[in-house]
């Protein structure tokens, strides 16, 4: 079965410290991952994408990496600020279908504390 | 910012009623989707079109239906709301211009509630 696991579930952190999301997928066969922002009450927001040839993506103070080999995807973000409180969601998509479908986890709902 | 819009962004009715969701794009992107959220789990897709005249049902169940009769407009309609139908509903839009690289932008959502 196709499936996207997040961890932690919740993370709370303080200013200016870093942090580590994870990712791990049993998604196959893999086209591309993709790491999205959500705010509170809006749509999520693409952050990286990157595909089975890529093994580090950075945009500003996030850089995720993927490991294609095991599967596994983290989402580094450095010298966090309060605008990072959101949750962070993981989606996979597959090169099963025209539609090239769509895996998401569950998201980790990250707290930024002043 | 993606030019994506949702109306209304919350709306809270009575059991029976008839709604519509609004969403429009105007990056002239040819899919569009709909997914239903629920606090803390993940997104499941229930609706999907290619374009114009073009929609299909998506992984998850749904009693909705929506049209697709203009590229940049994609509603979705509950013929008779119930409790069950209360979530959130998200709208979102993508190009295909190369292969592994068919980014989604979603609007901000409508937070649905049903008496």
């Known amino acids: 079965k196709n499936q996207v696991e997040q961890s932690p579930q919740s993370l709370i952190i303080l200013e200016g410290k870093n942090c580590t999301l994870q990712c791990n997928y049993t998604v196959s066969p893999f086209s591309n991952l993709r790491w999205y922002k959500q705010d509170t009450g809006r749509g999520p927001v693409s952050l990286t994408i990157?595909?089975?040839?890529?093994n580090t993506k950075s945009n500003g103070r996030y850089t995720a990496t993927l490991d294609a080999d095991t599967k596994q995807s983290s989402l580094h973000i450095t010298a966090s600020q309060l605008s990072d409180s959101a949750s962070y969601i993981c989606?996979?998509?597959?090169?099963?279908?025209?539609?090239?479908?769509?895996?998401f986890g569950r998201g980790t709902q990250l707290t930024v504390w002043p | 910012e993606a030019d994506i819009y949702q109306t209304p962004r919350y709306l809270v009715i009575g059991t029976g009623k008839k709604i519509t969701l609004e969403c429009s794009q105007t990056m002239g992107h040819d899919k569009m989707y709909w997914y239903q959220q629920d606090p803390g789990m993940e997104l499941h897709l229930i609706h999907y079109s290619y374009g114009v005249n073009s929609t299909e049902k998506g992984d998850l169940s749904s009693e909705s239906t929506v049209s697709r009769i203009r590229t940049e407009h994609f509603p979705l309609t509950l013929e008779s709301a119930r409790p069950s139908h209360t979530s959130q509903y998200l709208c979102a839009s993508s190009e295909s211009r190369r292969e592994n690289s068919d980014t989604q932008y979603f609007g901000p959502g409508t937070r649905l509630t049903v008496l």
């Open positions: 990157m595909t089975f040839s890529e």
């Open positions: 989606v996979v998509s597959d090169r099963g279908s025209t539609l090239g479908r769509l895996y």
